[in-house]
């Protein structure tokens, strides 16, 4: 079991880790928007702006508001395309009891072919970044360049180096059981306490917590559960495709600042030519904690 790599404090330290970056992801729920301009069965997408394309991946239990400053920044330069998923804040999830990650890679595969779109650049957060990273190991030919941001190619590389997908199943496997077994008011609990390691920002703790109950708990469990055993890592020597990785440090966070970054180099060690970019002062939502070390992160990633 994964709890087998922890010890006291370090206990306290992982589980407020797996709630933070699994169960409340999200920037706000309530704004109205356009209707999206291409739907499908896992996902839908919501096209802004001319010039190259960018895809904006959000991650787990998210919207694509999530990179709404983002959108409205690039737009006038770019055309971005705004992915929402199945299952999150408050889209209808279609999935029953299938499997999440793999076919909303292969939907968003699909995307870029039926959009005659020529290796865009992608951008995707958490699980979005995830999400890109077996994007690119399987259809290269689509992607032109990748960005992640604080998101690993094993996420249960954290609880240690000898993590495996098969140590980290029986903790994934209870991650998901809770999320379904909670009581309405004590799924809202925890997103309240999750909140507040995703982001220092008080306004976007409210807003991750609103767009985490907006989300179907069966899908938000399902994702738990692959996200937690999904391993990247063996098909990073062969990619061929650019890839930044933006990772969030903070002193008061959950993990020293020395840990964050040294988990980030032995996981990406494997990757050719990976560039890693440290964000000090931010939790997991680099995008809203350091908007401006974000946005030149961005503008020297599409360079």
Same mark, same amino acid.
């Given at each position: ?26 920037? @706000?729920? /309530? +704004?109205?928007? *356009?209707? !999206?301009?291409?739907? #499908?069965?896992?996902? &839908?997408?919501?096209?802004? =702006? ?125 991650? @998901?059981? /809770? +999320?379904?077994? *909670?009581? !309405?008011?004590?799924? #809202?609990?925890?997103? &309240?306490?999750?909140?507040? =390691? ?106």
């Amino acid at each position: 079991m994964l709890l087998a790599f922890l010890g006291g404090r370090a206990v306290a330290r992982a589980l407020v880790i797996v709630l933070t970056a699994l169960l409340g992801l999200g920037i @706000a729920v /309530s +704004v109205a928007r *356009a209707q !999206p301009d291409y739907v #499908a069965d896992r996902l &839908t997408v919501e096209v802004v =702006g001319q010039g190259p394309d960018v895809i904006l991946a959000p991650g787990l239990a998210s919207s694509r508001e999530a990179f709404r400053p983002l959108a409205d920044r690039l737009k006038p330069t770019h055309r971005v395309h705004l992915v929402q998923l199945s299952g999150f804040a408050g889209q209808p999830w279609t999935g029953g009891e299938g499997p999440f990650v793999d076919p909303a890679v292969e939907a968003l595969a699909t995307y870029i072919r039926s959009a005659g779109l020529r290796q865009p650049a992608v951008i995707g957060h958490s699980m979005g970044g995830l999400s890109g990273l077996l994007l690119a190991q399987r259809h290269p030919e689509l992607v032109g360049r990748l960005m992640t941001i604080d998101s690993l190619p094993f996420y249960s590389a954290m609880f240690g180096p000898t993590a495996t997908s098969a140590s980290a199943r029986p903790f994934a496997d209870r991650m @998901a059981a /809770s +999320v379904l077994s *909670a009581s !309405p008011e004590a799924f #809202a609990a925890q997103q &309240t306490a999750a909140a507040k =390691g995703l982001s220092r920002t008080p306004a976007m703790q409210e807003t991750i917590v609103a767009w985490s109950l907006a989300s179907d708990r069966k899908a938000v469990a399902r994702a738990i559960s692959e996200v937690m055993t999904l391993d990247a890592r063996p098909g990073l020597a062969a990619m061929k495709t650019p890839v930044t990785a933006l990772y969030a440090v903070d002193a008061e966070g959950a993990l020293p600042p020395a840990v964050v970054g040294a988990l980030w180099m032995r996981e990406y060690d494997a990757l050719p030519g990976v560039k890693l970019v440290r964000v000090e002062g931010s939790r997991h939502f680099i995008m809203a904690d350091q908007p401006e070390a974000f946005a030149k992160a961005v503008d020297g990633f599409l360079k």
